[in-house]
């Protein structure tokens, strides 16, 4: 178990426990690190069971996002892959039979700035699944020199899944005027209806 999963499974958790109010008021990143602060003082409880299906699901989910937007057609077996994640084994692209060079950039999840970004520069197809630090930052450097793929696949009755795809609908046109109205959209419902929403920008990927 790394730090930044705990995090967001604490900031998932919450989200369900109909907090949205408090998190919001006091920012994703300050509510996430104040969470996990009380988890390794002991000072609160930890299912580790339910931590564990919830990593499960998470796996399952981020492999049906890589799978469908391949489908879709906005991965070219080819191209570079930069991916976004909280953690290295946890991909939306793993296991799709990619042939190009990916990397990951390894961010916490939420709506805020870090001081430095990973990366100075994005050359090649940047692929999003979720809200992520820094995000912004990313989605303006690819603008520039790649492309990319971004959005989220999740339970339509979350409301954590509800506040992600908000997000991407406000952020929906400020990426097409980034684009020059090149930023195409879907909105979809797969698998026992379940939510999944993707903004999708095609140049001319880096090849490996």
């Known amino acids: 178990m790394t730090e930044n999963l705990i995090k ?28 996990f602060d009380l988890l390794i003082r002991e000072k609160m409880m930890f299912d580790e069971s339910d931590f564990e299906y919830w990593l499960k699901t998470l796996k399952v989910r981020k492999t049906i996002f890589g799978s469908y937007i391949k489908e879709q057609g906005y991965l070219a077996d080819d191209d570079k892959m930069i991916e976004v994640t909280e953690d290295s084994n946890i991909s939306c692209i793993n ?16 709506d805020s700035y870090c001081t430095k970004p990973s990366l100075s520069a994005i050359n090649g197809h940047l692929i999003i ?6 995000e912004l930052i990313y989605l303006a450097r690819s603008c520039a020199n790649g492309s990319f793929t971004i959005g989220y696949y999740g339970d339509r009755d979350s409301l954590y899944t509800k506040r992600v795809i908000s997000y991407y609908k406000k952020l929906k046109t400020v990426l097409r ?18 939510k999944i929403y ?11």
Request: charge should be negative.
């Open 95 to 110: 296991g799709l039979y990619l042939f190009g060079k990916n990397e990951k950039i390894i961010e916490t999840v939420g």
């Open 8 to 35: 967001r499974y604490l900031l998932e958790k919450a989200y369900e426990e109909g907090k949205e109010e408090k998190i919001i008021s006091i920012g994703e990143k300050k509510y996430q690190d104040m969470m």
């Open 129 to 134: 699944d979720g809200m992520y630090a820094n």
């Open 177 to 194: 005027d980034m684009t020059n109205n090149n930023c195409e959209v879907v909105e979809d419902s797969i698998l026992n209806k379940n």
């Open 198 to 208: 993707v903004l999708n920008y095609k140049s001319t990927p880096t090849k490996r």
